[in-house]
């Protein structure tokens, strides 16, 4: 297989759905496939992450897909990549109950309830964010922090796990964390000049090779994917949460706010999570006291004792992305999100987020990304049910 992970552009409105039969020529991929834009998604979403190479010449059953690389060329088959990661998941062995009553013991018990999930107005119409609607949502268990540094290290060791980047070799690192090792690694994703693919980069070593995360056990795990969350669950024996059960929870029990504390995006003058200042990408003040991660228990935490829900890493969770629920007469009860499609749904923003571009930094904002995709922006939080 060759190597295709692809990593999403959040603004990217287009994507091809149920590509087969792809061929390569004169560095173009072209790929028999039903196109659909705008916000209607009738049909799995296949190969979303592929919308980063520039989705050209739309016709009804064909696209043609830029590659700047010749790299790339060959035959990619989603399906038999998602079996052979679900496998290496499922191949974990579950630590057992004492384990995880020892973590179900420092959760929060989330209190469930109705809410308006979603924003009032997109500010990126291709996140199907909008408008709010009624959901109803159990009561449930959240880790208060995402998984972290130490934590996951304990996973590795105890199973033997290898996450999708140490398997494949590589990961997505921003350009500004390379420091003077920033012109060894040029290959960036079209149109993405500051995420570079480091050869050795992977969640215990977040810069690629020589780096390490020492002096950051409390940190949250990066450069994991969408199936290495899955697999720490099954080892854990906890779940990820719905993507309807986070936002729930990321509002801490405020009504149509836009941080986790409220509307001002820093109460009192003082920054309350971990996001981009300066100029991005090319210049990090680093005003709220963060280049890269801040530790996972940061600032502070929202009215259900969760810290950075909003700034710091992305968090997978368990949703395919799609539309969000529909309401009825009623309000969506524990919706589970699509029930087939290939980008999974990754919540409240990173280090990385800026007005200037991504301020997806709010308790309702979400993106996707492939199953198979990893960065150093992006971890994830563990939940159970009650
Ligand atoms: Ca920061």
New binding site residues.
Partial sequence: MPDVRFFLQPSVSVIPLAATNWTFRHGQMRCRTKVHSGTHWRQPLILGGLATYGVKNITKDCCTLDLKTSEQSGTYDPAAAHQLHIAQSLAVTPAGEALTENLRAEMMEIPGGVFEMGARRSSFPSDLDSPRRKVRVSPFLLAPTTVTNSQFDRFTRETGYRTVAEREGWSFVFHLLLGAELGRWPDSPPDLPWWRKVHGASWSAPEGPGSDVVSRPDHPVVHVTWYDALAYARWSGLRLPREAEWEFAARGGLKNKKFPWGDELMPGGR?AM????GAFPHR?S???????T?PADAFAPNGYGLYNMT?NVWEWVQDYFGALPVAGLLPAQDPAGPEDGYARVQRGGS?LCHVSYCDRYHVHSRTQNDPDSSAGNCGFRVAADL
Avoid: V
């Fill in positions: 920054y971990n996001t981009f200042q990090n680093g005003d709220d006291g963060w280049i890269g801040a700034g280090y």
